[in-house]
């Protein structure tokens, strides 16, 4: 076992055999050993269902073997991840996105057919549910940037469009899913000068903590669990991402000194949102953890 003298990239590594799914054990294995890309893509498929949408607990917070948006975006990340975002996979995957979708032709976030399936008690379950961006803006950000056509993406783009020019008050995973959107969006000067409103919006309404000493001064968000707040690295996963001019250097390096401190003695980071059943925070934490390693990473923080 890594003491604790050991360095953050080992520390992190022996959580993750302790404690991750086999799919984040060989994402972790892809990014930061070495290991193939195969494998990857083998222990998703574990999560495909026969509609071409995903289930079965791949997103910890909904579970039950139903197909929903959210687990279908978070395997099209996992895809993305490792430059596989292509091919048939993704056109199946894009079939089921049409087949869900409203009749805005974009995503809710969760469907009706997870009711009677343990579900996060923050994840309302209605037999109409609305389109949001919350689900749609990641999804359609992300098969921009891997340059993806499909008809589907015609009114879900012009939906995500309409949602981002009208947001006034929101909170921040809104605006992380708008920033998705407008990182890969094909009109990049229009997406620049959406994501330079939304960072005026971000700093009116204090939906980022700049100073970590000071966090108690920020207000949570209505709805979420206390301490969930975010800090500048969750909208900038990347500094290339547009959502990094929001931010001086000053602040954002305060708020990577913060993500590299919040490793825990076990070598793992924690969850901030509402932990409601004892496997969904045992899963969701080597999500956050490889999360917090790739931002790092991304930024040049060294992990050894």
């Known amino acids: ?83 596989r975002c292509s091919g048939l996979r993704v056109e199946r995957i894009c079939r089921f996105l049409t087949d869900v979708s409203t009749k805005q032709g974009a995503l809710p976030a969760l469907l009706p057919s997870q009711r009677g399936y343990p579900a996060a008690p923050f994840i309302p379950i209605v037999d109409d549910p609305p389109a949001q961006l919350l689900a749609t803006g990641p999804v359609v950000g992300l098969l921009h940037r891997n340059a993806v056509w499909h008809a589907w993406l015609f009114r879900a783009t012009d939906f995500c469009w309409a949602a981002v020019d009208a947001l006034e008050k929101s909170h921040p995973y809104e605006i992380e899913a708008a920033v998705a959107f407008l990182d890969g969006a094909p009109d990049q000067a229009r997406a620049e000068a959406a994501a330079d409103r939304l960072g005026r919006l971000v700093r009116e309404q204090r939906l980022a903590v700049l100073d970590p000493e000071r966090r108690a001064e920020y207000p949570v968000a209505a709805g979420y669990a206390p301490g969930e707040q975010h800090f500048p690295y969750d909208y900038a996963r990347t500094p290339e991402s547009l959502a990094r001019r929001w931010f001086t250097d000053e602040e954002l390096e305060r708020s990577l000194d913060h993500l590299a401190a919040e490793q825990q003695a076990d070598g793992g980071w924690p969850v901030n949102w509402r932990q409601w059943a004892p496997g969904t925070a045992l899963e969701g934490r080597p999500l956050v953890t490889l999360k917090a390693l790739l931002t790092l990473r991304a930024y040049g923080r060294s992990l050894h």
């Open 1 to 83: 076992m890594a003491g604790t003298g050991a360095s953050p990239l080992k520390r992190a590594e022996q959580f993750v055999w302790l404690t991750a799914r086999v799919l984040e054990q060989r994402r972790f294995a892809h990014h930061f050993l070495g290991g193939g890309a195969d494998a990857v893509e083998t222990a998703l498929a574990a999560y495909l269902n026969e509609d071409g949408g995903y289930g079965h607990a791949l997103e910890p917070d909904l579970r039950g073997p139903v197909s929903q948006p959210l687990h279908t975006a978070h395997a099209l990340s996992v895809l993305d991840s490792i430059g």
